[in-house]
Nanobody
Framework: QVQLAESGGGLVQPGGSLRLSCAASGSIFSINSMGWYRRAPGKERELVAAVSGGGGTKYADSVKGRFTISRENAKNMWYLQMNSLKPEDTAVYYC?????????????????WGQGTQVTVSS
């Protein structure tokens, strides 16, 4: 019913920038919170940044001041602008959202994940 698709990953040198995008499609009635997570090799998945329905944001301490999350409600899209990238930012990045759908007269809310996009920071 709902799919999330990330784009924008790739290889970048230390100090460089990337912008990740996530597009949600399907029988979407509303999107509440949106976020980005990452999983580095040998580590557990961690929250990178999130934005609530009211626009409040939170960030992992390791990315504060370097990453910015934003949302474009009319397009059901959100973004992660990543600046001053470091090798330790290398990971698979996943978008995530709490989405309410309306199908056949019923509302349903659940959490959705994208398939992930690789970000590699290396010289």
């Amino acid at each position: 019913q709902v799919q999330l698709a990330e784009s924008g990953g790739g290889l970048v040198q230390p100090g460089g920038s990337l912008r990740l995008s996530c597009a949600a499609s399907g029988s979407i009635f509303s999107i509440n919170s949106m976020g980005w997570y990452r999983r580095a090799p040998g580590k557990e998945r961690e929250l990178v940044a999130a934005v609530s329905g009211g626009g409040g944001t939170k960030y992992a301490d390791s990315v504060k001041g370097r990453f910015t999350i934003s949302r474009e409600n009319a397009k059901n899209m959100w973004y992660l602008q990543m600046n001053s990238l470091k090798p330790e930012d290398t990971a698979v990045y996943y978008c995530n959202a709490d989405i309410q759908t309306y199908v056949r007269g019923y509302f349903q809310s659940r959490n959705y994940w994208g398939q992930g996009t690789q970000v590699t920071v290396s010289s």
